[in-house]
Every structure is written in C-alpha cells, then in structure tokens.
C-alpha cells in the first residue's frame, strides 16, 4: 500500500451522506485532542492532509481518505465538553450510523492519550467496540511526552485501566515516529487479510 499517495474523498455530516460501503475500510476514533489527525497525517507521510485543530471538537464530520482502494476513516473526537447538547446528539446519531450499517470494517484504531488514566468516554467507546466484537487495536498518543519512568509505570498501569493486554496496545508518537511502521503494517495486515 502506498501510504503517502492517500488523499480526501468526503465528509459526512449526518449518516444519509455517507458513502457505499464499496471497500475495505479502516477506522479511527478517540476522545478530542487526542491526537488522531496528526497520527493519521504521520502514518500518510503528509503534513496536513488531516486538519490539526487547535480548537478540541471541531471535527464534527466523519471524513474519509482514499488510500490505493482502501477508506481511512476519521471519526469526530467525542468528550470534548464545549459543544451544544444538540451538537453532541447529532455527533452520536452519525458514529451509530456508521457503525450500524453493513460496512467492509477491518479494522478500529482506538487511540487513547498515553498520559492520562481512559475517560469516561473512551471506556463507554471501548465497551462498543467490544461488545460489536469490532477488530480493534488500541494506541496510545502522545508517548514522547512522558519521560522514561512516566513512561514505564503508564504502560503497566495501563492494562489493568482498560482491561486489556498490553499485546494489544501500540506506543505511538506523531512527533517521534514511534509506532507509526507499525500501525503501517497492522492496516496492510488487516485489509489483505481477507481480499
């Protein structure tokens, strides 16, 4: 897969605009601010194909990328406090919508800030994704921002917050690079797995 020749199909603001399920797809969720457009952006090699927003909440499409037959899948951040009741039904009508529907789904990339303990919000995700028995790989952002010893201690605290191995968690860093092959190769994996 070439990963740097990606590039923005759509956005879809209610789940009647979004697109026919005519590929495999990839999907990314996570709590606002928790940096999924700048790993999206790190693993695509491009620096601003996914719009960083210095405002948490301003996503509020689902945006899709195209990449060589493959849909990336950008959900809107959830949990971020500053949005209208009405805003936040309408943010939750379009992610059930999406994944409500018969689509070719490979694969969740659920990310979770390396620093802090999971939200509220983050686990109610991680229950769905559970109990729709989504694929699912959970990475932790933001990894270069803690030192060594931070570091250690949140990655054996962090298992036991989630309920969840270790063995299914991703260290990643947009700044580094850390994770970012490997997140390549677990997509590859995922998508060609059942072509």
């Known amino acids: 897969m070439k990963f740097e020749s990606a ?3 759509l956005a879809a603001g209610t789940s009647r605009q979004l697109p026919a399920s005519d590929m495999p797809e990839v999907v990314f969720a ?3 601010n928790v940096g999924k457009s700048s790993l999206i952006n790190k693993i695509l090699g491009r620096k601003s194909l996914a719009r960083v927003s210095s405002q948490p909440g301003k996503t509020a499409t689902i945006n899709f ?3 060589d037959g493959v849909r990336l899948v950008d959900l809107p951040g959830y949990g971020f406090a500053k949005v209208s009741a009405a805003e936040k039904k309408r943010w939750a ?3 059930e919508g999406y994944f409500n529907q018969e689509r070719d789904l490979r694969l969740v990339v659920m990310l979770i800030d390396s620093r802090h303990p999971a939200s509220k919000d983050d686990m109610m995700m991680l229950d769905y994704l559970i109990e729709g028995q989504f694929p699912m790989k959970i990475v932790l952002t933001k990894i270069d921002k803690l030192k060594p010893n ?3 201690n949140r990655l054996a605290a962090i298992p036991d917050e989630l309920d969840i191995d270790l063995a299914y968690m991703l260290p990643f860093s947009a700044v580094t690079g850390e994770g970012a092959e490997e997140l390549r190769s677990i997509i590859t994996e995922c998508v ?3 072509e």
Do not use: T, V
């Open 93 to 95: 009508e379009l992610i």
């Open 7 to 9: 590039y923005f199909e």
């Open 30 to 32: 996570g709590h606002s």
């Open 65 to 67: 990328y195209n990449l």
């Open 192 to 194: 060609s797995e059942q």
């Open 150 to 152: 931070e570091r250690k």
